[in-house]
Nanobody, 115 residues
Framework: QVQLVESGGGLVQPGGSLRLSCAAS????????MGWYRQAPGKQRELVAR???????NYLDSVKGRFTISRDNAKNTVYLQMNSLKPEDTAVYYC?????????WGQGTQVTVSS
């Protein structure tokens, strides 16, 4: 069992920045993939970015060049730096982990981009 605790959401103006953090605890093994999903009202949950324990990354096309995912393996923590935020980035962001074929989810953190 993996526990994920997110922090860093909030309200920001268009063009602003936010940094999300997710700390993992429990049965975290050396080989895993962590990432961030988001879900806006009335829409399906979508993968925003993910990163393997080796550092390989994937991004949703609409966030490429604006968002950066990174991780600190020593701290079992993954980060999402979000720059040039747009109103369409407004959603609940969920931390996600894939360990030995099992998925775990955080509780979600609200990100609202509005003037």
């Amino acid at each position: 069992q993996v526990q994920l605790v997110e922090s860093g959401g909030g309200l920001v103006q268009p063009g602003g920045s936010l940094r999300l953090s997710c700390a993992a605890s429990g049965s975290i093994f050396s080989h895993n993939t962590m990432g961030w999903y988001r879900q806006a009202p009335g829409k399906q949950r979508e993968l925003v970015a993910r990163i393997t324990s080796g550092g390989s990354t994937n991004y949703l096309d609409s966030v490429k060049g604006r968002f950066t995912i990174s991780r600190d393996n020593a701290k079992n923590t993954v980060y999402l730096q979000m720059n040039s935020l747009k109103p369409e980035d407004t959603a609940v962001y969920y931390c996600w982990a894939l360990v030995l074929g099992l998925q775990s989810w955080g509780q979600g953190t609200q990100v609202t981009v509005s003037s």
